[in-house]
């Protein structure tokens, strides 16, 4: 069984064109725009769990990557430093999403896509949107695209904390209804308050313990 997130710190990231190597231990991929706040909800994610200031960066080259962290146990720090992963993040930069050239972007999704339609290890999909935004076209067409290739989907919306308390059920209901969620979502998360983080890792370690 899954340790705590308490005892989660993050390893490294691997970057390439190829398909990563297999972990051997259940992942979670995260989807979303640019600048939807993921890398800071990683970060926190992450941080908050080990109580280490890891950083999930911008690596150059990255958007055209499948870049998957793992995650080892906080015990295997001090040790010969190639601890035991319990948990990969996958981040797939820009799939389904435009803003790159046509040659890029269809890399992207071919690599996106052959991951999230056959890595094993895939437990969960994180789809990222903004709190103060109108779900897109795009962000309608990931979701369709996770749904059509059997991946568990929850949908976050970043950045809960630029929204005032009159602000916040509207804005969630318009993505609710925009992408057609069930109650409960889109789960509001805060990668500067750490709002929903807690609720996140449930959700995370709830899909990768079946
Ligand atoms: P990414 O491109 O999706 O990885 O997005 P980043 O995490 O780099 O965030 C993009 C911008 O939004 C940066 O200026 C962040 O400081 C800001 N941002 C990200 N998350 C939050 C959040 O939860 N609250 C607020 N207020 N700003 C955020």
Do not use: H
């Amino acid at each position: 069984p899954l340790t705590a997130p308490s005892e989660l710190v993050l390893f490294g990231s691997y970057l390439s064109k190829q398909f990563p190597p297999s972990l051997g231990v259940p992942e979670v991929a995260f989807l979303g725009r640019s600048n939807v706040g993921k890398s800071s909800l990683l970060n926190r994610l992450v941080n908050k769990a080990g109580g280490e200031t890891a950083r999930v960066g911008k690596t150059p080259g990255a958007t055209a990557s499948v870049n998957l962290y793992a995650l080892l146990s906080a015990s295997s720090k001090g040790g010969s430093g190639e601890g035991k992963p319990i948990l990969g993040f996958a981040d797939l930069p820009g799939f389904g999403y435009a803003k790159l050239s046509k040659e890029i972007k269809e890399s992207v999704e071919e690599a996106a896509e052959r991951y999230l339609g056959r890595r094993r290890e895939l437990a969960l999909g994180i789809l990222l949107v903004d709190s103060r935004r109108v779900p897109s076209a795009d962000d309608r067409a990931v979701l369709a695209a996770l749904f059509d290739m059997g991946v568990p989907i929850v949908v976050v919306a970043t950045k809960s904390d630029k929204l005032n308390a009159n602000e916040i059920e509207p804005a969630m209901k318009s993505i609710r209804e925009g992408l057609g969620l069930p109650d409960g979502q889109p789960l509001r998360v805060s990668g500067v308050t750490g709002e929903g983080v807690r609720e996140l890792w449930r959700i995370i370690l709830d899909a990768c313990e079946t």
